[in-house]
């Protein structure tokens, strides 16, 4: 006879601090610890790609969000990168052979600034040196003298026609652009009344008159066209050496202080040529000039001459790390905005926005996985950027027909970036799956684990990381049992008494929330007892759902027993996740059976509402019942189990030993014990595994045997492989030191049947016998009366086909005699 499983000691529900085991009073007392807390594997990794500076080491940072991943690697990759050099500083200039494609200067780390410096001050010595050089009384003189040079021999050619027009009796008038004629009487000019008056004689006289004078004026102005370009070429000779007078004192220096610099000598030597064509049509050619102010030509200048500074760094500032948050493929690579002048969109090279990219070259970037692939088209681009190792600002969607308005095409530039991507293992292991690019440009993994060995150097350590948060964040000081709390709450998320949990972000939310209940409490130290309320106030927060269900069972709205017992029901455990809060909710498993051929019909997942996970677990119970019992006699029953007053979607395998033992039950007609309720995944071999959520479980139970009050036969039955998970509340503890609830481990199912139905199972001989009594027996034995009723049926079905068969042949002889 075995003996029954005992309930676990209070000792075992719960990893606790023993007081005075950590070795301080408050953390005043301890260095500060920053930095990340465990994660060997993680750190080893980030060195070793940051180290790695060969092609295709880019970085994937894997774990869970608030791991302290994003914090330690971008803290470590700004302390690596202080230690390194600069990289170059990038420019975009103006193109003067082709305003379409701006090119880019390289310059040295804080050398952009400067040169855009130079170039604001030689603006300002064009707007003070021009117009002035053109009223310079020797230009002007100059000028003249080209003028009237011309002017006189336009003079003299009409002059010579005048006088001999005079002679003919012809008037000649001239103005500024043109020479007429008319008749002359008596010296005077004759107007249109009185030259009607004219004999025909008079009029064909002055006719040809004026052919003749017309004929003479086209000879003298015959060399017109030579006068005037001589004189243009005069004046241009003029106006580019008073503008090179004027301009290379303004100029020279640059050419000078840049002498060793191949692409601004280039650029400044252009902008030079561009320089005197623009003067010169400003205040020489272009006559509308005289009334455009001071602040428009600057403008101008501006908008043709400044250089648009793309990315800045310090001599002394290392390389950068820059994270975006925000991984648009504008925010990435950067744009060519445009502006509205009078409805048309128009842009210059002054318009390129740069990028992160930019930013980040020479460089780290970081980037969120996730964010990143949301938009395909961003990933593949950062790609190619990554692969030709050029940035290049194009717009997103050109090569799609999306994108009509003219735009720039600014020169690309070299690009050097090691980028960091941060995401979850999903991601990880999706990218790898989907994009075989993916493996070969991001070789280095840094994998940050979800929890880390709990022993006193850890818990020491974690003691320096709460005091380096609470001096950040300006939080008071915490006492020894305060820092105990919050390692037992670290290793119930970790669901696990010798781990922690490495997603820190958790327990400093929470100690944020036990400064405020201090504060509220005036107190000076935070202590265990404002951690404790912090967490019930947290619990009260997200408890609506849960004390809804606790209500609705002890109001018999949802049927659950938790005291007597029952044929065919038993208590299962489930857990409820709701956004980012789980609890534990207990439900009735019931099962029926009766002789036949089906098997087992799970109604899950014949209705579509058993996952795949649960189904399993139901085929896994067929296996073991058939390995176990169905050696002898066939397993020729019709058993239905349901999950009842379920209505969503069911998953796991947890149920699949309260499952057994409902089963056996409805078999056997044994009732079970309602008073106590079990979880635990089966194998075909009846051992029990372990299961998840294990105190979320319990502690829905309890809650609901305390709602109803508590009986001292009450408890919980989950996997022995689970008492290493347990966490359990203060309350849940008190109770089992006071005897008033139990917590049972088993490792098979004979276990929690011994327990449900206080009947031994009973051990097998070596000729396949139980003993009697056994339960195991008894389910042979109704298995046996099964089997008989499927014989007798199979008799009687097999004497009425004998019967009729003698009957059809009766019949047949009876018509032979006939015939």
């Known amino acids: 006879m075995s003996e029954m499983v005992q309930p676990l000691a209070p000792s075992a529900l719960a990893a606790k601090l023993q007081e005075g085991k950590l070795p301080f009073k408050t953390l005043n007392e301890l260095e500060s610890l920053s930095g990340i807390l465990g994660q060997e594997r993680a750190v080893e990794a980030i060195q070793f790609g940051v180290a790695m ?46 305003y379409r494609t701006p090119k880019a200067i390289e310059f040295k780390p804080g050398q952009s600034k400067e040169f855009e410096q130079d170039i604001r001050a030689l603006i300002d010595g064009l707007m003070g040196t021009f117009p002035a050089a053109f009223e310079n009384p020797n230009y002007q003189e100059q000028k003249g ?8 021999q336009y003079e003299t050619a009409i002059n010579r026609v005048e006088r001999h027009a005079s002679k003919i009796g012809v008037a000649m008038f001239r103005d500024a652009s043109s020479v007429s004629f008319a008749p002359m009487r008596e010296g005077k000019a004759l107007d249109e009344a009185d030259f009607a008056t004219l004999s025909d004689e008079e009029r064909d006289a002055f006719q040809a008159g004026v052919s003749e004078l017309e004929g003479m004026l086209n000879n003298e102005l015959l060399s017109l066209p030579t006068w005037k370009r001589i004189s243009y070429e005069q004046l241009r000779e003029l106006n580019l050496e008073t503008v090179k ?52 030509r600057r403008a101008m200048y501006e908008e ?19 994270y975006e948050p925000h991984p648009t493929y504008r925010n990435l690579f950067g744009q060519v905005e445009y502006s509205s002048d009078q409805g048309m969109l128009i842009t210059s090279y002054r318009l390129i926005r740069s990028g992160s990219l930019h930013a980040a070259n020479g460089g780290y970037l ?27 600002i194009e717009h997103p969607y050109a090569d799609m027909g999306l994108m009509n308005t003219t735009t720039l095409s600014p020169e690309d530039l070299p690009l050097q970036v090691k980028v960091v991507l941060i995401g979850s293992r999903d991601i990880y292991y999706l990218l790898q799956d989907a994009d075989p690019d993916f493996q070969e440009m991001f070789r280095v993994l840094v994998d940050f684990d979800d929890s880390l060995k709990r022993n006193e150097e850890t818990e020491l350590a974690f003691a320096r990381l709460l005091k380096d948060r609470i001096a950040k964040e300006g939080y008071s000081d915490v006492s020894q049992k305060g820092v105990a709390r919050l390692i037992e709450y670290s290793s119930r998320l970790a669901e696990h008494q010798k781990e922690m949990a490495a997603k820190i972000g958790d327990v400093f939310e929470l100690l944020g929330e036990a400064d405020f209940n201090r504060q509220l409490a005036k107190d000076d130290v935070i202590t265990d007892v404002h951690v404790a309320r912090a967490l019930a106030a947290k619990k009260d927060r997200t408890g609506r759902v849960a004390e809804k269900i606790i209500e609705e069972i002890v109001d018999g709205t949802i049927l659950l027993d938790s005291d007597g017992e029952a044929i065919g029901k038993i208590n299962g455990l489930t857990v409820m ?4 809060s789980s609890f534990g909710a207990p439900a009735r498993i019931s099962t029926t059976v009766y002789p036949g051929g089906k098997g087992i019909i799970d109604i899950e997942r014949e209705s579509n509402l058993g996952q795949n996970i649960h189904s399993k677990g139901v085929l896994i119970l067929s296996g073991f019942l058939g390995h176990r019992y169905a050696q002898r006699y066939p397993l020729d029953i019709c058993a239905s189990i349901a999950m009842e007053q379920s209505y969503g979607y069911v998953d796991g395998d947890s149920a699949s030993t309260a499952e057994l033992c409902c089963l056996l039950s409805a078999l056997v007609n044994v009732p079970l014990r309602q008073d106590l309720a079990i979880t635990g995944s089966l194998n075909q071999y009846g051992q029990v595994q372990a299961i998840g959520g294990v105190n979320e479980k319990i502690e829905g139970f309890f809650n609901v045997c305390s709602a109803r009050g508590l009986t001292g036969t009450q408890g919980v039955i989950i996997p022995k492989s689970n008492v290493i998970n347990l966490m ?40 396949g016998n139980y003993p009697e009594g056994t339960l195991s027996n008894m389910v042979l034995n109704r298995l046996e009366e099964i089997s008989k009723l499927g014989h007798e049926d199979d008799e009687e079905s097999e004497g009425e086909s004998d019967k009729e068969k003698a009957k059809s042949d009766k019949d047949k002889s009876d018509d032979t005699k006939k015939s």
């Open 53 to 98: 500076h060969r092609p295709g080491y880019n970085i994937f940072v894997m774990g869970g969000s608030g791991t302290g991943r994003s914090s330690y690697v971008t803290s470590y990759l700004k302390s690596e990168a202080k230690r390194k050099e600069s990289p170059s500083e990038w420019v975009y200039v103006n193109n003067f052979k082709d």
């Open 245 to 296: 007078e004027a301009l290379d004192p303004l100029i020279e220096p640059l050419f000078n202080k840049y002498l060793e610099e191949e692409a601004v000598q280039s650029f400044l030597k252009e902008m030079r040529e561009d320089l005197d064509k623009v003067i010169i049509d400003q205040f020489v050619d272009d006559k509308a000039s005289d009334n455009r102010d001071e602040t428009s």
């Open 728 to 767: 359990l509340s203060d309350e849940v503890i008190e109770a089992v030191e006071a005897g008033k609830f139990h917590v049972y481990a088993i490792e098979n199912a004979d276990e929690a049947l011994h327990l449900l139905t206080g009947i031994e199972p009973g051990v097998q001989d070596s000729e």
């Open 304 to 322: 043709m001459y400044l250089p648009n500074v793309a990315v800045t760094h310090t001599s002394d500032g290392g390389q950068p790390v820059v």
């Open 577 to 580: 996740q709701i956004g980012d």
């Open 366 to 392: 970081i980037l969120d996985a996730e964010k990143l692939l949301t938009d395909h088209y961003l990933w593949e681009a950062l790609k190619r950027a990554l692969k030709s190792k050029t940035l290049k």
């Open 145 to 152: 003298a080209i003028d009237r040079v011309f002017n006189e």
